[in-house]
């Protein structure tokens, strides 16, 4: 999960505009919100990635609120699908639900591993 998220963050900076193009027209400073999601998920994918649980489940949350904050522009996607003609529909409708996958995939991130777990001394 780590590296996927690393990945993320790298192409906002690689396509930027591509990313600006898919920001709701509601939200003002689109540049500097991509660069900024870009950040967040590069450094909750580092997060996850580093042998530190507390970080680890830190990192988790964080792409947590992260999927929840860019969700509205899955759905601006949906909602002006004239505006993406080169995205099949299909592929809309779908990261909807792909996000609730990335969430639970990320949630998972968050749970104590048994052997920190209180009482648990092995």
């Given at each position: 999960?780590?590296?996927?998220?690393l990945?993320?963050?790298?192409?906002?900076?690689?396509?930027?505009?591509?990313?600006?193009?898919?920001m709701?027209?509601?939200?003002?400073?689109?540049?500097?919100?991509?660069?900024?999601?870009?950040?967040?998920?590069?450094?909750?994918?580092?997060?996850?990635?580093?042998?530190?649980?507390?970080?680890?489940?830190?990192?988790?949350?964080?792409?947590?609120?992260?999927?929840?904050?860019?969700?509205?522009?899955?759905?601006?996607?949906?909602?002006?699908?004239?505006?993406?003609?080169?995205?099949?529909?299909?592929?809309?409708?779908?990261?909807?639900?792909?996000?609730?996958?990335?969430?639970?995939?990320?949630?998972a991130?968050?749970?104590?591993?048994?052997?920190?777990?209180?009482?648990?001394?092995?």
């Amino acid at each position: 999960m780590g590296t996927l998220y690393l990945a993320a963050g790298i192409a906002h900076f690689v396509a930027t505009r591509t990313y600006e193009a898919i920001m709701p027209d509601y939200l003002t400073a689109h540049h500097a919100l991509v660069l900024i999601s870009g950040v967040a998920e590069f450094a909750g994918g580092l997060g996850i990635l580093l042998p530190y649980p507390k970080l680890n489940r830190a990192a988790a949350w964080g792409i947590i609120l992260l999927l929840i904050a860019v969700s509205p522009a899955n759905l601006w996607m949906l909602q002006h699908p004239e505006r993406y003609a080169n995205i099949p529909l299909w592929v809309l409708w779908a990261r909807l639900p792909l996000q609730l996958v990335l969430i639970a995939w990320a949630w998972a991130y968050t749970r104590v591993p048994a052997a920190q777990r209180v009482g648990n001394q092995g």
